[in-house]
């Protein structure tokens, strides 16, 4: 059996299943059901050197509104968008296209830079590498770090420090998909996030707050990325600002972001972010950061190939916890297949030629290049989303790597050669003549 190649697709997947239960082919992976199997108790990440608390077992919710069900929302313009801000935070977030405002929320002093894609469960990959590199006592203290999708859930951790090794590596290899989603539609998707978002309330608790807001004070950055899906701009949110203000409401918006950050359009319900401009209120609908872009580094302009911005980085470091190597299959004509396979090629082209980009970037500014890639001969077999035998796997993988001479190579992973016994040309033919 095939690597998973991202999480996303493995929920795009159970959705597109819920909506066609009856014509659903018996080798289908997972059950309908899947998502709602009782699990055993989980434990709460808490204060490092404290014990983890058990979690009280989870009361099922009602079910979510239908489409008709749910309230308008109040119009806005591109204009009022463009300039709202989060009511009491104005330092909270820019846009991710934006070269100004990104210049203005550097990192201070200079230093080396840790960027963590997206992947989902395959983020047990760079979970595992960060802890070897602990281990060996090779993890620097990152002047920033960034996030999208599920480096948007283990940057809080990462950003922290090795601390919070322990709970990092517990979030990624302890959880079952019943900590992530429930199958159920609701009016905006195919499947409730709401276990995804309760978990995230427990494992950012009050002390990692304070923590990651002590780190910001200290002039270090966390970036996380969501996507504003109504001005179809990647925003960039100043995490470690968001802490720095404390409070209830900085707390709710925090874990909010990471929950969008991960919310897979049309898979999971979007997250309505409450901002303001000119004194109207309004709420705008973000999803996955990874619609944006599979990581972040600098705005698109600055990364463009014909920039000649200098990045402010000593050296960069990638961890790409999705799977870039082919995953043959004889794809099944039936419409989750179809777009399992499809969406997973594309993550695959899109990470790579990130990879390219961010590789020229550091080259004409003088900066370091590593990257951390999931070994090609990595081949456990997974059972379904998020199963935790898979992931500590992979966390094995990643921790032996993080503790090997080798951690990061300085240049981007070749591409896959052609599989065996293929011929040695092919005929063109169309377009390809």
């Known amino acids: 059996m095939t690597r998973l190649a ?35 108790p989980k434990q709460t990440l808490g204060k490092p050197g404290h014990a983890p608390a058990t979690s009280a077992k989870r009361t099922p919710k009602k079910a ?32 991710g296209d934006s070269e100004a405002d990104y210049n203005k929320t550097l990192p201070q002093p200079a230093g080396p830079w840790l960027i963590l894609s997206s992947g989902g469960a395959d983020g047990a990959f760079g979970t595992g590498l960060l802890t070897g590199l602990t281990a060996v006592g090779k993890r620097l203290d990152y002047a920033a770090v960034t996030g999208v999708s599920t480096g948007a859930l283990m940057a809080p951790f990462a950003f922290a420090g090795p601390r919070y090794d322990e709970a990092l590596r517990r979030a990624f290899t302890e959880v079952t998909a019943a900590d992530i989603f429930e199958a159920g539609k609701t009016g905006e998707s195919f499947v409730d996030s709401w276990p995804l978002r309760d978990f995230i309330a427990k494992e950012i608790t009050s002390q990692l707050f304070a923590d990651i807001a002590a780190e910001h004070r200290r002039g270090r950055r966390m970036f996380v990325v969501s996507f504003n899906l109504d001005a179809e701009r990647s925003v960039v949110w100043n995490m470690g600002a968001i802490a720095a203000h404390g409070g209830d409401d900085a707390l709710k918006l925090f874990r ?41 580094v600098a ?12 990045l402010p980085a000593t050296q960069l470091y990638l961890v790409i916890n999705s799977g870039l190597e082919r995953d043959f299959k004889v794809v099944e004509r039936f419409a989750p297949s179809i777009l399992t396979q499809t969406v997973g090629a594309a993550v695959k082209v899109d990470t790579r030629l990130m990879i390219d980009r961010a590789y020229l970037a550091t080259q004409r500014s003088g900066v370091d290049f ?22 500590q796997a992979l966390f094995e993988v990643g921790y032996a790597q993080g ?5 990061f190579d300085p240049k981007p992973p070749p591409y ?3 599989p065996a016994g293929a011929a040695s040309q092919t005929e063109k033919t169309g377009a390809n003549q």
């Open 6 to 40: 991202r999480w996303t697709i493995w929920a795009i997947s159970a959705a597109a299943l819920l909506s066609l239960p009856l014509v659903a082919p018996p080798s289908w992976p997972f059950e309908p059901a899947y998502a709602q199997r009782a699990s055993k």
């Open 64 to 95: 979510a509104p239908t489409t008709s069900e749910l309230p308008p929302r109040v119009p806005f313009t591109a204009a009022e968008d463009a300039g709202s801000v989060i009511g009491g935070i104005p330092d909270a977030r820019f846009w």
């Open 256 to 296: 909010s972001v990471l929950l969008a950050s991960c919310s897979i359009p049309g898979g999971f319900p979007p997250v309505l972010i409450d901002v303001e401009a000119n004194g109207k209120r309004f709420q705008e609908m973000h999803v996955d950061g990874g619609v944006g872009g599979q990581f972040f």
């Open 299 to 310: 705005p698109a302009p600055l990364m463009a190939s014909t920039s000649d911005y200098r």
């Open 370 to 391: 590593n990257v951390a890639t999931i070994p090609s001969t990595f081949s456990a077999p997974s059972q379904g989303p998020f199963d935790p035998k898979y992931m």
């Open 403 to 407: 503790v090997g001479a080798t951690p």
């Open 416 to 418: 896959p050669a052609a």
